[in-house]
């Protein structure tokens, strides 16, 4: 009888956990318990912060090291291209300045939103998801800092992603390669609508919904739509088409867009301090 | 379990979510992370048997999930399954050849993650069985079968279970 006991105990365990672990799933998809598990995994985020700082503080730099040394030849002749390319870029900047100051002065006249006139938090991405099924980041500063669920994040030249999670002290950004990313674009004269999915990370977006006769051009670039009820606002760049193509028989190009922002090598990033209307 | 014992237990379980989330994730090979958590419950289940490898798994399940946007508690159900299926798997029925532990941890993190894609798939997230699936579960499955011999040696600590002449011998659970 003891013998029958001690086999039977696991299997016991096992159905408890098991369903333990089904019950979880299923209270957490039917969103019952957002606000708990939000609040558990923003706890988590808080008091994991100072032992990640610690350890980055420590692993970074044997890391940069080593990276560095690997890539020395490569990194030379990428500082000759930067420099090349930043004395054609000041030229560019000051004759756009003055582009730029009507354009702002026409969009105050006009009262027509803009992305560059929303205030930003700045921050520093601390770590990237440690899981092979998302495409996400982590920044050193969240609720207390002014950012929240939902809010729009770019780096200096194109959008990074959103806010899923904002702790006390840090927040958690999908990034818009996710699986689960989907961003409304408009692009061209004539202002096309366009939807960009992400594909992974270090893969391209893939662009739905342009029709065959739509001109899409390499190098084009696209920008969210901000249509309503979008979850970013309109006129932030995300990225420029990468390749184009009609496939046989279909009745959408395929195209694909490379990002603007290296969303690979992430260092400082800016939350915009903006929410979707609802 | 006595205090101290639980006590090593809770530490290895904190060292390795640290190095899961503060190392591994600045880590890519091809373009995917090793997956250390799930390294626990095979430990567990290879050195102290199905029940404690079930309920290993699902602690470190729930640790996992807090951190990453899949499915909360997915993670908890595939390393409940991994853990239990290693505990009931008799290693050292294999003639207990030094093999045996790192050749378990890659077939069942093998294994796991292709159980964990497919879960979430079932569960509405069909875009985790994407094309990079097949280098994801190599890596998980190579590093996690590098690493299993000494992280088996430190569940073997953690659990009080002494040394074996060889350390990746499985020991006979208590429980058999």
């Known amino acids: 009888m003891a013998l029958t006991r001690r086999s039977t105990r696991p299997r016991f365990t096992l159905l408890v956990l098991v369903l333990a672990a089904v019950t979880i799933i299923t209270i957490a998809y039917r969103g019952h318990a957002d606000s708990v598990i939000n609040s558990v995994k923003s706890d988590a985020l808080d008091a994991f912060a100072p032992v990640q700082s610690a350890v980055g503080d420590v692993a970074r730099p044997i890391g940069n090291f080593f990276d560095g040394a690997a890539h020395y030849g490569s990194l030379q002749s990428e500082n000759a291209r930067l420099r090349a390319e930043n004395s054609r870029l000041q030229t560019q900047a000051l004759q756009s300045a003055d582009a730029q100051t009507a354009f702002q002065n026409l969009l105050k006249t006009l009262n027509l939103p803009w992305a560059q006139n929303i205030p930003t938090v700045p921050a520093e991405v601390v770590a990237n998801s440690a899981s092979n099924f998302e495409s996400s980041i982590q920044l050193n500063k969240g609720r207390d800092a002014g950012i929240d669920t939902g809010m729009p994040v770019v780096s200096g030249s194109g959008l990074v992603g959103r806010v899923v999670v904002a702790s006390r002290t840090r927040s958690t950004v999908l990034l818009i390669t996710d699986p689960t990313s989907n961003v409304g674009v408009r692009f061209g004269p004539a202002g096309n609508l366009a939807v960009a999915a992400g594909q992974g990370h270090g893969a391209p977006l893939r662009v739905d919904l342009i029709p065959p006769q739509v001109p899409v051009n390499k190098g084009d670039l696209m920008s969210t739509s901000g249509l309503q009820q979008s979850i970013y606002p309109p006129g932030v760049p995300i990225g420029t088409v990468l390749t184009?193509?009609?496939?046989?028989?279909?009745?959408?190009?395929?195209?694909?867009?490379?990002p603007v922002a290296d969303l690979g090598r992430l260092q400082f990033v800016a939350?915009?301090?903006w929410a979707p209307k609802s | 379990m006595s205090a101290l014992l639980r006590g090593r237990v809770v530490l290895l379980v904190a060292v390795v979510l640290t190095a899961q989330e503060a190392l591994m994730a600045g880590l890519r090979i091809r373009g995917a992370h090793p997956d250390l958590m799930l390294l626990l419950p095979i430990a567990f289940g290879l050195v102290a048997g199905a029940e404690r490898g079930a309920a290993m798994g699902f602690v470190a399940g729930l640790l996992a999930d807090l951190f990453v946007g899949t499915p909360f508690g997915l993670s908890a159900l595939v390393f409940t399954l991994v853990g239990f299926a290693v505990g009931m798997g008799e290693g050292d029925r294999l003639g207990g050849g030094w093999w045996v532990t790192p050749l378990t941890a890659t077939v069942a993190s093998a294994a796991g993650v292709l159980l964990y894609a497919g879960l979430g798939a079932a569960v509405?997230?069909?875009?985790?069985?994407?094309?990079h699936l097949a280098t994801i579960t190599i890596v998980v499955a190579v590093v996690n079968g590098l690493l299993a011999p000494p992280t088996v040696r430190l569940a073997r600590w953690a659990m009080d279970l002494g040394r074996s002449s060889s350390w990746s011998t499985p020991v006979r659970s208590p429980m058999r």
């Not at chain 2, 509405?124 to 094309?131: A, K, N, S």
């Open chain 1, 244 to 258: 184009t193509g009609v496939p046989r028989g279909s009745f959408q190009q395929a195209v694909t867009l490379a």
């Open chain 2, 124 to 131: 509405g997230e069909g875009q985790m069985l994407h094309e």
């Open chain 1, 271 to 273: 939350v915009m301090q």
